[in-house]
């Protein structure tokens, strides 16, 4: 915009230019004239005067007799006046010049003025000119600037809008996200008298609520643990049970046969102490009945002494004796497929409140181990797994809590090789204390345990070489191939194909 401007500028400055020069160039062209038709004037008044009284304007040519007569005697009658005719005459040819000089100049003067009226009028014009150019352009400029104004105000609202926009999308995906999250605290909470009871986690064994202790005799059988080292701060099943209002009273005991007519199994509490409309079905193979004496004879406690199968477990047991969906207590020790089982009876649609079994503590935390289930080959392995005396039998802990918590069962209590898992809603409703994770329960419950220094020979409990293969190629990415050069030495073998006991052992 300022260079056309400044074009302009430059056109109207050359125009001013070019009309001076016209101006001065009729001036002097005019000046000019007047000097040319005075001088012409001029010559032809003194050649009128010299040709009346001046003799030497035709000397040089001939006369005629007559004429010359004439000419004499006109001079003779005339001699005084001719005289003085030429004495006048260069006085007259000055009076002519100075009036020429006087016309001249009057003649310039008005051109003088003549011009600088051109003069003021051209600068008037070109002043015009240069106001209306000026006015023009700031016209054009004032729309385009309007233009640009108005474009850059559509361009700042459409900004703003793209902005708001943005904005409100960005509030929309937050509460999105914080309803999201609302609602999924609000169903991992469980309303409890008009109160929402997060989950009480313990981080290290100072953390730990104390619980009064006990002796837990079942633990003696590991090796030659004196009797005041088998107290325990553990939950037991009894003290669960009388926290929670049961939906169902009623407990399923797979693998109940126990020394002492039964005395020392985890249930035994809560079949004796609680009133008798808590019921339960017995479950073992071994049909010796001193393993059974020690239970109430109550109509709703029942006993059998079937063999437990995953594809069996189903049909033959919960179906067979009807047994409702809901109940209050599931346990389960059988030394061998405690995963498989525990799958097959949550993947059956039962839910129990409690889930009491047994892992084996030889793969501590983060060690997945596990035998494979094959029901081809299920009597054709020696030794037996429960019967075997080696470190090759159960789940590890990881492998356990790993199955329930897909089953939503969280991991409330390690007691040496027991554990306990409560259903996810009975931990918050009910307010109850769980470690952090299996590691820190692991730690505490089965390492910590008072028994542990005394039962380290068990080598259901504990074993040097694999526990110091674990250790060395934990974080290595060959830990499984290395453990199974280990683990194929324990492994049971097939009776008709000699191959090994299948199993799964990963971190």
Known sequence: MSTDLKRTLNDLTNESKRLKNDSAIDLNFDIGEIKHQQSHSSSESLFEDDSIFDDDVFEDEPLSSSKLNQSQGRKRLNGTSSYRMKENKPKRKSQIGKKDNRLIDQTLNQLR???????????????????????????????????TVTENKMHLHYEQRTIRTCQRFVICICILV?????????????????????????????????????????????????????????????????????????????????????????????LTSTNSTFGALLIDPNPNPSLFSGYPNRTNIRITHDYVWTETIIPNIFERYNISKQFTILKVDIDSYECSVLESILQAGYRPQLIH???????PPPVIFKPIYNPKVKNDWKPELWASNSPFYGCSLTALSQLLLSFDYILVEVDFWDVIYIER?????????????DQAAYEYGFLGHSCFPYCRENVKLYNNQIESAIRSTINQSNFTNYMKTILDSYAPISIKTKSKHPYEITV
């Not at 609602?183 to 909470?189: D, G, K, R, S, V």
């Not at 809603?425 to 994770?437: A, C, D, H, T």
């Open 425 to 437: 809603e009975l931990v918050r409703s009910l307010g109850i204390q769980i470690p952090v994770n």
């Open 357 to 363: 079994t047994e892992f084996n503590p030889v793969f």
């Open 113 to 147: 003025e003549e011009q600088a009226r051109i003069d003021a009028h051209s600068l008037s014009i070109l002043s015009k000119r240069i106001i209306d150019k000026a006015a023009s352009y700031i016209e054009i400029i004032d729309s385009q600037m309007y233009t």
């Open 178 to 270: 914080a309803t999201i999250f609302f609602l999924y605290f609000l169903f991992q909470y469980q309303r409890v008298n008009s109160l929402w009871t997060p989950v009480h986690v313990w981080y290290t064994p100072e953390q730990r609520i104390k619980r009064p202790t006990y002796v837990n005799h079942d633990h003696g059988f590991c090796g030659p643990c004196p009797t005041h080292k088998l107290s325990s701060d553990a939950w037991r099943l009894i003290d669960l049970v009388q926290r929670l209002a049961p939906r169902n009273p009623f407990l399923i005991n797979i693998g109940a046969a126990s020394n002492y007519g039964g005395r020392y199994d985890p249930t035994y509490p809560v």
